[in-house]
T-cell receptor, first 114, second 113 residues
Framework: DVKVTQSSRYLVKRTGEKVFLECVQD?????MFWYRQDPGLGLRLIYF???????EKGDIPEGYSVSREKKERFSLILESASTNQTSMYLC?????????????FGAGTRLSVL | QKEVEQNSGPLSVPEGAIASLNCTYS??????FFWYRQYSGKSPELIMF????GDKEDGRFTAQLNKASQYVSLLIRDSQPSDSATYLC?????????????FGTGTQLKVEL
C-alpha cells in the first residue's frame, strides 16, 4: 500500500512563527503536492514538485515556500504564519498510471494560527 | 466559471437506491478524471478514474465520461450508509506537465436508513 505520512495531525502556532509541515512518501513517487482545504473552497494547490529540488507554484503560493531535498520528502514552510493560514493542509504524491495520475493523500495536518 | 463544478448538496438517497453524482469541467483538453471520497475529518481516497468516453465499472461504482459535453458522473448502486461522505471530482489537464489535478468543491452524499 502507498503510504504518505504527514508529521503532525494537529498543530497550533502563533502569528509570525515560522512553521514547517513535513510529508514523507514511501512509494518512490516523482510527484509530490501540497494543498490546503477550506470549507466551501475545496482543495487548492499551493505548490508541487516533480523531482528533487524542483518545484512549481500552484494556485495559491503566496505566503508559502517548499523544499524537496530528497525524493521521498516534501516540506511546506510558512515563513511568517498568519491567521488566514489556519486550514487543513494535505500532502499528496503520485505516479503516472495508465493515462491517469493517481494522487495519494496523507492524513492531513490541521493548523491553527492564533 | 469554475474549472470543475459540482453541486455541493447535500444529496440524500435512501439505502439501497442509486446515487448519482455529477461534475462538469471547463477545459476541453482535460485528460483524465478522478473520483475521490472524503469522510468527515479524513483525507480524500481514490474511488476510481476514467479517461475514455463511456462507462467504467468497479463493484458498486460506475464512472461515466462524456467529453463532448464535458461531463463526468459517478453512480453508486445499492447505496449504503457507509457511503455517506463528500465526493470530490478531479480533472487532470495539460498544465504542470500533466501532473496537476484540479478539484471540484465536492458533493456531500447522505444515505438514509
Amino acid at each position: 500500500d502507498v503510504k504518505v505520512t504527514q508529521s503532525s495531525r494537529y498543530l497550533v502556532k502563533r502569528t509570525g512563527e515560522k512553521v514547517f509541515l513535513e510529508c514523507v512518501q514511501d512509494m518512490d513517487h516523482e510527484n509530490m503536492f501540497w494543498y490546503r482545504q477550506d470549507p466551501g473552497l475545496g482543495l487548492r494547490l499551493i505548490y508541487f514538485s516533480y523531482d528533487v529540488k524542483m518545484k512549481e507554484k500552484g494556485d495559491i503560493p503566496e505566503g508559502y515556500s517548499v523544499s524537496r531535498e530528497k525524493k521521498e520528502r516534501f516540506s511546506l514552510i510558512l515563513e511568517s504564519a498568519s491567521t488566514n493560514q489556519t486550514s487543513m493542509y494535505l500532502c499528496a504524491s503520485s505516479f503516472q498510471a495508465g493515462g491517469g495520475n493517481i494522487q495519494y493523500f496523507g492524513a492531513g495536518t490541521r493548523l491553527s494560527v492564533l | 466559471q469554475k474549472e470543475v463544478e459540482q453541486n455541493s448538496g447535500p444529496l440524500s438517497v435512501p439505502e439501497g437506491a442509486i446515487a448519482s453524482l455529477n461534475c462538469t469541467y471547463s477545459d476541453r483538453g482535460s485528460q483524465s478524471f478522478f473520483w475521490y471520497r472524503q469522510y468527515s475529518g479524513k483525507s480524500p481516497e481514490l474511488i476510481m478514474f476514467i479517461y475514455s468516453n463511456g462507462d467504467k465499472e468497479d463493484g458498486r461504482f460506475t464512472a461515466q465520461l462524456n467529453k463532448a459535453s464535458q461531463y463526468v458522473s459517478l453512480l453508486i448502486r445499492d447505496s449504503q450508509p457507509s457511503d455517506s461522505a463528500t465526493y470530490l471530482c478531479a480533472v487532470r489537464g495539460l498544465t504542470g506537465g500533466g501532473n496537476k489535478l484540479t478539484f471540484g468543491t465536492g458533493t456531500q452524499l447522505k444515505v438514509e436508513l
